[in-house]
């Protein structure tokens, strides 16, 4: 008897893992496409900082990131179980702001200014200047990490929804761990292409193949600065991407007095979401400028 119990409970843990398993892979397929944008938008908070304090930003950034994926995942599944309107609320709350920074960003990116006297200025910073600058970029990365942990936990909620707690809870979790080390390990790896091109630079050995690696080592000098640029702006409109998917969702759920369904139609797309998002970022910032001038003519 205690046999047989042994063995039917070994046949019900491997059913679990492989359920698990299962549910993992279709979350993984389900969350790509928030990855990609994970990627860029967090290869963009670190750009602009000395080269010997990139990693060790990249890793407190990844380690707020685990701290918001601990926070998000009980409390996805605690406001699922009272009430899924809710999660899908703040949801909408949290795509709003990052349109707000977007924006913010977009703004930033096309105003003329000298990006060698920036350089210059970061690099001219003291201790405490630069501990306050890194602390800064952090605190917005993981801000924004927050939001975008979010939709990956609230997707891989939707496709475990049907499970039993304790698969639900194992997913996420696998999940979480993959994105986070996955995400900021591919981040590390891109913001040291330039260190890896330089020693492939100062190899000395002779050979065709020496010579290919030093010829490969200079390609990657020249490229890391560009491909920082480009994901900075990748970054920024992915802003714009995911936050308006946000917004799109809760706007094809409002009833047709308020929003008719020929309109709805559109905002299946993709590109139509976007603009939707860089529509609401641009009133958010609109609003808060506002605010700001309000509160400071109180103040004043």
């Known amino acids: 008897m205690a046999v047989s119990s ?4 070994f046949d019900d843990i491997a059913t679990l893992l492989d359920d698990i398993s299962v549910m993992s892979k279709v979350a993984a397929k389900k969350t790509a ?3 990609t944008d994970d990627l860029a938008v967090n290869a963009e908070k670190v750009v602009e900082l000395k080269a010997d304090r990139e990693l060790p930003v990249v890793w407190a950034v990844c380690k707020g990131s685990l701290i918001n994926k601990a926070i ?13 309107v809710i999660v899908h609320g703040l949801l909408v709350i949290g795509g709003i702001y990052l349109c707000y920074e977007g924006v913010e960003s977009l703004i930033d990116k096309l105003t003329p200014h000298d990006k060698g006297q920036a350089d210059r200025k ?15 970029k952090v605190k917005g990365a993981v801000t924004t990490d927050f939001i975008l942990s979010a939709e990956i936990v609230v997707i891989t909620l939707n496709v475990v929804a049907q499970a039993p707690f304790a698969q639900q809870l194992i997913t996420l979790i696998i999940i979480a ?6 995400v900021y390990g591919l981040v590390a790896g891109i913001v040291r292409l330039d260190d890896l091109g330089l020693r492939m630079r100062k190899i000395t050995s ?11 080592g200079g390609w990657l000098i020249l490229m890391a600065p560009k491909l920082m640029k480009m994901l900075s702006w990748v970054g920024t409109i992915a802003m714009f991407f995911v936050g308006g998917a946000f917004i799109a969702e809760a706007m094809l759920k409002a009833p047709t007095w308020l929003l008719a369904d020929a309109f709805k139609a559109y905002l299946h797309g993709h590109m139509v979401q976007a603009v939707v998002g860089l529509a609401a970022g641009g009133i958010a910032v609109g609003l808060a400028a506002v605010a700001h001038r309000l509160f400071r003519r109180a103040g004043a």
Do not use: Q
């Open 33 to 35: 496409s928030v990855l």
């Open 122 to 136: 970061v690099k001219a910073l003291n201790d405490a200047e630069a501990k306050a600058y890194e602390a800064k």
């Open 177 to 182: 761990l993959l994105v986070t080390f996955g």
């Open 72 to 84: 998000l995942i009980p409390l996805a599944l605690g406001l699922n179980y009272l009430s899924p």
């Open 6 to 9: 042994f063995f039917a409970l």
């Open 206 to 216: 002779r050979g065709h193949f020496a010579a290919a690696l030093r010829r490969v």
